[in-house]
């Protein structure tokens, strides 16, 4: 059984960082794809950014020159760090990673920015 552990939500203002963080565990061969997703109230989940297992990233708009991924593949994990937030990241964010195989979320972490 595989779980992805998430950590580092939190309550920031406008304009501050956090560092969310995931990992996986258990019986684990090989990750390719993980990610990060945000889901606000009333709205559909939707990607923040991705990261393959050569290190290749890929952003939304909406993100693109604030947050950065990153992923250790030694120990299974994948950060995202966020800049300069805003109001609208306001949102519970989801770790995502298809592993061997098969594709696992998180259970979530809140992230609220106040302005």
């Known amino acids: 059984q595989v779980q992805l552990v998430e950590s580092g939500g939190g309550l920031v203002q406008a304009g501050g960082s956090l560092r969310l963080s995931c990992a996986a565990a258990?019986?684990?061969?090989?990750?390719?794809?993980m990610g990060w997703y945000r889901q606000a109230p009333g709205k559909q989940r939707e990607l923040v950014a991705i990261?393959?297992?050569?290190?290749?990233?890929h952003y939304s708009d909406s993100v693109k020159g604030r947050f950065t991924i990153s992923r250790d593949n030694a120990k299974s994990t994948v950060s995202l760090q966020m800049d300069a937030l805003k109001p609208e990241d306001t949102a519970v964010y989801y770790c995502?990673?298809?592993?061997?195989?098969?594709?696992?979320w998180g259970q979530g972490t809140q992230v609220t920015v106040s302005s």
């Open positions: 995502n990673a298809d592993v061997d195989g098969p594709n696992y």
């Open positions: 258990g019986n684990i061969f090989s990750i390719s794809g």
């Open positions: 990261i393959t297992s050569d290190g290749v990233s």
